[in-house]
């Protein structure tokens, strides 16, 4: 492997943690998936200089895959739900920018340190792919905590797993590579899917849920150990 | 005969179960199913008398069952052998039994199935030579006796009783699983055999000391631990109760014996203390509860942690003395343990069965809504008495012969060079004397309230004598309880090789049997047999002569007046008001019990009342307050059930960032 095509690996990989990055202060939906979509574009790049590194043909596929699904028809999806939803243009963060840009970078350094310490005795492109792989999934878990849109914790939740990808690709002698893209690209959309019913439950609060309280067994323990028991077996259970 | 037959016998008490799990709603299913665990229970009784009396080398097997990279393994020693005796004694007796009294039972599909598979599972325990199959056994027996604790579950306390047993019975479970681990090592060796050859040291074999005592003694009833016995023996059938009582918390005293003595080589010195002064705890407690209990089965539950206490206080001083160097006196006091062992499953059996003839007889098991039963059930009356002599240590039954040796150990033994065991060796001894003398005040309450006196209900008047099933299988036990009383010596010398697998020494060979020597002959001895034909001879003599003095013929004839002046049977003497001096001394402060005077309001009519109260300080120090605790800390958990996603993805969030950071700062 020549030095260039190390350094354009490491670029395509850094250039994924910088939209991650880039995204964590975005204050506008429309820039955020744009953003997304900016990523997804350089995670099919980085898979696809992968492929050609490695010669796996199949990691063309996984490209495809990110460039097609990922670069292209999320984004556009994202981009008609928001304009049918009437969705507030302005994200309303929990934490101010200032203190999420710090505590995004101190995961990435993180990130590095645990990675570069921990796979020392791989070689150094596969090393810094899952450094920034994993700097990657921490700050895609860190827009999700930091955001209160449903559409954005999705498109954190996105750019967490285009780090799952990076990591995969990555790493050598992964056999059933595309297998585990479709794989996750379906995960992924469940998780959306699951996500938009985690918002509407919490919206819709958890009225039903309550009735399942009488099949719990909390109450045994209270009264097998306190002075009198109160149980009531009288009825015809059969 | 070989382990293989005797594992083909277990097999065929599951196989049992089984079959009766399907049958059991057929009509003869009930005589059927306890005829066949009798029989087989009979033949593993053979086998375990065969090997204890022919010496022979420890067989083993392994079958392809179990964990893959080790199997199951099973061994057959002269201590298994024992033990194997005492269960399989007390299931072919108890299935005996239960061929009368099961008839009593309603639905006796709830109790079939699990019968057999009870006594295959303590069978198991003690056959098994590794971990996982000893622990999956006694599972299995904890799961079965659970079972059949919850056969009558409709009723109220029933329900309660099991769920405090399953919840005992598998905190002890995990304390065994723990120890095994500690003694596995770090290679994980499960078999016995493995784990004999290095075990765990210093700290280690204290915790694992300390784990066995809670495990084993949670099932054994040591006391605090004995909370579940006095709630689950009385709901579960006689015939089951005695099982329990008798056999089960046996088993859990070889499991203690098997791991602390076989495994452990000894605790040292110090946990050969820690078990001397929790058994001398246990017998004196367990006997004040007794006494301060008026239901039969309760009181019989609370004897047996009593009596567990005293197979304690000898075991704990064979530890001490081992760890001290003198194996004679380990091997003195480690046989009047396994002696009593053998002793107490048989008159706890008996005097169980005894309890559910008189339950089935009165519908009853308050005393104080008994008595004068001796008048209806006769015979029941007399093997009861047998039963009461024997528990209470009375010479010339069995019970005095293992109290005695446990005495002799504590009073010929070496002074120790412990400090504290200079004081705990005498304040032992003291504890069992106070236990034994409360034991026998206590039955003679049990004996009188119940037997003697008028009857106190229309349904202790019209009590009938119990069927022959009971009777007969009751006068096995009291006959067995005077052999083994009359002739300790022969118990001793088939406990020798046992005895000496555990302790490395054993006592003495006894001769004929009609002396037994603990130590010399010259500084104590004590002939069962010579006592026994000087009461028959004396009993007979004064007879004789009353009978001689007092003309031939018995007269019938007016009260003494100062003794009935009412016909009311209420005025008699009651349980209660035979424990109340007992309770003024003894439990004031450990039951906190108080009396009090409640008198009306001026110019009410109602009357004055005694109120007395007494408190479980076990159940509401400890026990209470641990579940007061798990439910307060479940209440703050609950919190966790109700978060809102995005506070969820924190936790992950930050769980996961925690776990890098340790990570990146530990390489």
């Known amino acids: 492997m020549g030095v260039m095509d190390y350094n354009i690996a490491h670029m395509l990989a850094g250039g994924l943690m910088l939209a991650s990055l880039m995204m964590l202060y975005q204050k506008r939906l429309y820039a955020l998936i744009n953003i997304y979509a900016l990523q997804a574009f350089l995670l099919a790049l980085a898979v696809a200089w992968q492929a050609a590194l490695q010669h796996a043909p199949q990691l063309y596929i996984t490209a495809l895959i990110a460039l097609l699904f990922k670069a292209l028809l999320i984004p556009f999806a994202l981009h008609r739900i928001v304009a049918r939803l009437h969705i507030h243009r302005k994200i309303e963060t929990v934490i101010g920018t200032g203190p999420v840009m710090l505590s995004g970078m101190a995961l990435v350094a993180l990130a590095m340190d645990v990675m570069l310490k921990a796979a020392a005795h791989t070689a ?22 930091t955001r209160r849109n449903a559409v954005s914790q999705i498109i954190g939740f996105l750019s967490l797993e285009n780090g799952l990808i990076l990591a995969a690709a990555g790493t050598k002698g992964m056999p059933f590579m595309v297998e585990i893209s479709i794989a996750f690209s379906i995960l992924v959309a469940f998780i959306v899917i699951g996500l938009f019913l985690f918002r509407i439950r919490e919206r819709f609060d958890t009225v039903d849920l309550r009735a399942l309280d009488d099949f719990r067994g909390e109450w045994r323990l209270a009264e097998a150990f306190s002075g009198e028991p109160s149980y009531e077996s009288g009825d015809e259970i059969s | 005969m070989s382990l293989a037959a005797l594992l083909c016998c277990v097999a065929l008490l599951l196989a049992l179960s089984v079959v009766s799990a399907a049958t059991s709603r057929l009509f003869n299913a009930t005589i059927i199913i306890y005829g066949a665990s009798c029989v087989v229970s009979l033949v593993l009784l053979w086998g375990g008398i065969g090997h204890l009396l022919t010496p022979a080398a420890a067989m083993t097997m392994v079958l392809p069952v179990g964990l893959p990279w080790t199997g199951a393994h099973f061994r057959l020693d002269a ?75 409709r009723e109220k306390e029933n329900a309660r009783a099991g769920y405090v047993y399953i919840v005992m019975a598998s905190f002890g479970t995990f304390m065994l699983l723990l120890a095994f681990a500690l003694l596995a090592g770090p290679h994980g060796l499960y078999v016995f055999s493995e784990m004999q050859k290095n075990p765990a ?87 004040l509860y007794a006494l301060m209990q008026h239901d039969l089965k309760k009181l019989l539950a609370y004897h047996t942690v009593e009596n567990i206490g005293i197979i304690f206080i000898g075991l704990g001083l064979a530890l001490v003395f081992k760890a001290g160097g003198h194996d004679a006196f380990a091997a003195l006091a ?35 809504h008994l008595g004068g039963l001796i008048r209806r059930m006769p015979q029941t009356a007399f093997v009861f008495l047998i039963g009461c002599a024997a528990i209470s240590a009375l010479p010339p039954f069995n ?45 003679v309450k049990v004996y009188g309230v ?4 008028r009857a106190r209900t229309e349904q202790a008047k019209n009590a009938a004598e119990t069927d022959r099933f009971s009777l007969s299988v009751m006068f096995i036990l009291a006959l067995l309880c005077l052999l083994a009383g009359i002739f300790p010596g022969f118990v001793i010398n088939v406990l020798a090789p046992a005895v000496r697998e555990m302790t490395g020494a054993h ?34 003599l004064a007879a004789l002569i009353a009978r001689s003095f007092g003309g031939g013929a018995p007269r019938r004839a007016p009260a003494w007046d100062c003794g009935f002046p009412l016909d009311d049977p209420q005025t008699q003497y009651t349980a209660g008001s035979f424990a109340q001096p007992i309770r003024r ?83």
Request: net charge neutral; hydrophobic share 60%; aromatic share 12%.
């Open chain 1, 124 to 145: 150094l492109l596969e090393r810094e792919d899952l450094a920034f792989a994993l700097a990657v999934l921490l700050l895609g878990l860190l827009m999700m905590v």
């Open chain 2, 334 to 368: 480690f046989t009047a343990a396994l002696f009593h062992v053998f002793n107490h499953s048989l008159f706890k059996s008996l005097l169980f069965f005894g309890a559910g003839a008189v339950q089935t007889a009165a519908h009853e098991r308050d005393m104080e």
């Open chain 2, 507 to 540: 006592m003495p060979q006894h001769g004929a049997g009609l002396l037994l020597v603990p130590v010399s002959a010259a500084r104590s001895s004590y002939s069962g047999l010579l006592v026994f034909v000087f009461i028959a001879v004396s009993a007979g």
């Open chain 2, 450 to 453: 119940v037997f003697l006196g």
């Open chain 2, 79 to 153: 201590l298994a052998a024992f033990f194997l005796v005492v269960v399989n004694l007390g299931g072919a007796a108890a299935s005996f039994y239960a061929l009368g009294y099961g008839r009593h039972e309603k639905e006796p599909h709830r109790v079939l199935p699990f019968y057999p598979a009870f006594i295959a599972a303590m069978n198991l325990v003690v056959l098994a030579a590794d971990a996982f199959t000893f622990l999956l056994a006694w599972e299995l027996m904890s799961l079965t006796s659970w079972a059949l604790v919850m056969a009558h579950h």
């Open chain 2, 201 to 287: 040291l210093s700290w280690r074999g204290a915790l694992v000391l300390f784990l066995v005592l809670l495990g084993a003694g949670s099932k054994a009833g040591i006391y605090p631990l004995h909370v579940w016995l006095p709630l689950a023996h009385p709901a579960a059938p006689s015939h089951v109760s005695g099982l329990m009582s008798g056999v089960m918390t046996k088993v859990a005293v070889y499991g203690f014996i098997r791991i602390v003595f076989g495994l452990l080589g000894g605790g040292g010195e110090n946990g050969g203390m820690a078990v001397l002064a929790l058994g001398s705890v246990t017998a004196v407690m367990g006997v």
């Open chain 2, 399 to 443: 019970g005095f012969a293992s109290e005695w040796l446990t005495f002799q150990a504590i009073i010929q033994g070496p002074v120790p060079a412990h400090w504290g065991l200079k004081m705990l060796v005498p304040a032992s001894g003291a504890m069992l004397a106070l236990a034994a003398a409360l034991a026998a005040a206590c039955f």
């Open chain 2, 585 to 667: 001394v003894f439990v004031r402060s450990l039951f906190r019990a108080s009396e009090r005077v409640e008198m009306p309001p001026p110019g009410s009519p109602a009357p004055a009342r005694l109120v007395q109260e007494l408190h479980d300080v076990a159940w509401e120090e400890i026990y209470a307050r641990i579940s007061s605790r798990v439910l307060c800390l479940a209440e703050r958990m609950d919190r966790f059930q109700f978060l809102s996603i995005r506070h969820y993805l924190v936790i992950v969030f930050l769980s996961l960032v925690l776990l890098l950071t340790v990570l990146a700062l530990w390489f």
